[in-house]
């Protein structure tokens, strides 16, 4: 596909989803009974090898090609003082990103993914959301197809993530206009402002709900009205790898509340979607609650640049290693037999 034309198309493809593959993730299961362990002593690990299993469609699942998509928008909010940082600060981590100094660079590195970091007309912030809708629809749906572009086919998993000063104030006002509560449920201190910002980030969330009041019955007008070309991307992104099978590993409350119209507009869309983690932003586990997403890791993490999902891709990775190297009870040499209780009090 080489772009959405309208309103319209988007949301019939968001509608028109693919179902995962079943008998993969049964054979995982399958499999992880005969392994040398206690029937689910692997927990979670467990859990998201099928989950892998399920949306590629076949058993064992790989991560040979994995990826990590950097989306980069700057956003006209900031002229209202929400951000602790200029917004030229997007550009000149951008840079660094290209440089490989972030710690994006590192972690994607330690995690065996490639990194690719595409920025979104840095030169053309979004309108001012409590003045005008931050994105027109040509402008959003022309975000939309880039991130849906910029998914490889051929990946067996994607990290999404994002960079924007600015973005967690537009991402708390899409958690408003989706779940209710305004700013002051949804807004937290992003990149560090004080009181007084934090005050000014509520105020300004709020006046935007009453701005686009007509716009909240609309997933997707709510993601142009309050959102920015990096959100609307990595929302195109996730509906590619569902469109091509591949499962998709969100960062933090940005990346979550850019995918969160997806959600309204299907509740399954983001089944094959995992949270890598929660992050220490105020009202990202409440938004992960919203959308029934269980995080892998709570490190405390609010970097954001897809650092959290980086991180959680080297669970995935651990967990496929022991699904794939660990021998069979048979292999082994190894009873699965639990021992009779009289037997295990002889043997005490």
């Given at each position: 596909?080489?772009?959405?034309?309208?309103?319209?198309?988007?949301?019939?493809?968001?509608?028109?989803?693919?179902?995962?593959?079943?008998?993969?993730?049964?054979?995982?299961?399958?499999?992880?009974?005969?392994?040398?362990?206690?029937?689910?002593?692997?927990?979670?690990?467990?859990?998201?090898?099928?989950?892998?299993?399920?949306?590629?469609?076949?058993?064992?699942?790989?991560?040979?090609?994995?990826?990590?998509?950097?989306?980069?928008?700057?956003?006209?909010?900031?002229?209202?003082?929400?951000?602790?940082?200029?917004?030229?600060?997007?550009?000149?981590?951008?840079?660094?990103?290209?440089?490989?100094?972030?710690?994006?660079?590192?972690?994607?590195?330690?995690?065996?993914?490639?990194?690719?970091?595409?920025?979104?007309?840095?030169d053309r912030p979004t309108a001012d959301f409590?003045?005008?809708?931050?994105?027109?629809?040509?402008?959003?749906?022309?975000?939309?197809?880039?991130?849906?572009?910029?998914?490889?086919?051929?990946?067996?998993?994607?990290?999404?993530?994002?960079?924007?000063?600015?973005?967690?104030?537009?991402?708390?006002?899409?958690?408003?206009?989706?779940?209710?509560?305004?700013?002051?449920?949804?807004?937290?201190?992003?990149?560090?402002?004080?009181?007084?910002?934090?005050?000014?980030?509520?105020?300004?969330?709020?006046?935007?709900?009453?701005?686009?009041?007509?716009?909240?019955?609309?997933?997707?007008?709510?993601?142009?009205?309050?959102?920015?070309?990096?959100?609307?991307?990595?929302?195109?992104?996730?509906?590619?790898?569902?469109?091509?099978?591949?499962?998709?590993?969100?960062?933090?409350?940005?990346?979550?509340?850019?995918?969160?119209?997806?959600?309204?507009?299907?509740?399954d869309t983001l089944a094959h979607a995992a949270?890598?983690?929660?992050?220490?932003?105020?009202?990202?586990?409440?938004?992960?609650?919203?959308?029934?997403?269980?995080?892998?890791?709570?490190?405390?993490?609010?970097?954001?640049?897809?650092?959290?999902?980086?991180?959680?891709l080297l669970i995935l990775r651990a967990a496929?290693?022991?699904?794939?190297?660990?021998?069979?009870?048979?292999?082994?040499?190894?009873?699965?037999?639990?021992?009779?209780?009289?037997?295990?009090?002889?043997?005490?």
């Open positions: 596909m080489t772009g959405f034309a309208n309103y319209a198309e988007l949301r019939a493809a968001c509608l028109d989803l693919p179902g995962g593959h079943p008998a993969a993730s049964a054979a995982v299961a399958q499999r992880e009974a005969t392994l040398t362990k206690p029937p689910q002593s692997l927990g979670r690990l467990e859990d998201v090898v099928a989950w892998l299993a399920h949306w590629q469609g076949r058993a064992p699942p790989r991560l040979a090609t994995a990826e990590v998509l950097v989306f980069a928008g700057n956003h006209g909010v900031t002229a209202r003082g929400v951000s602790a940082y200029p917004a030229e600060v997007t550009v000149q981590m951008v840079a660094n990103f290209a440089a490989g100094g972030a710690a994006i660079n590192q972690l994607a590195r330690t995690a065996g993914a490639t990194l690719r970091v595409i920025p979104l007309e840095l409590t003045a005008a809708p931050a994105l027109d629809e040509a402008e959003f749906l022309a975000a939309v197809s880039a991130g849906h572009a910029a998914v490889s086919p051929e990946a067996d998993v994607i990290c999404l993530g994002e960079m924007g000063i600015g973005n967690t104030t537009a991402a708390a006002a899409i958690a408003a206009a989706l779940f209710g509560g305004g700013g002051a449920r949804w807004a937290g201190r992003g990149t560090g402002v004080d009181d007084d910002g934090l005050a000014r980030k509520r105020d300004a969330i709020d006046r935007a709900i009453d701005r686009h009041a007509a716009a909240l019955h609309d997933p997707l007008a709510i993601a142009a009205a309050f959102g920015g070309r990096e959100l609307a991307a990595i929302l195109g992104a996730t509906l590619a790898a569902r469109q091509n099978n591949i499962p998709v590993l969100l960062d933090g409350f940005v990346s979550t509340a850019a995918v969160a119209p997806l959600y309204k507009l299907r509740r949270a890598g983690h929660v992050s220490a932003e105020a009202g990202h586990r409440m938004l992960l609650d919203e959308l029934g997403l269980v995080p892998l890791l709570d490190l405390h993490m609010r970097l954001g640049e897809a650092s959290g999902a980086a991180v959680a496929l290693a022991c699904h794939t190297g660990m021998a069979t009870f048979a292999e082994a040499g190894v009873s699965d037999k639990p021992a009779e209780e009289g037997t295990e009090k002889a043997a005490g």
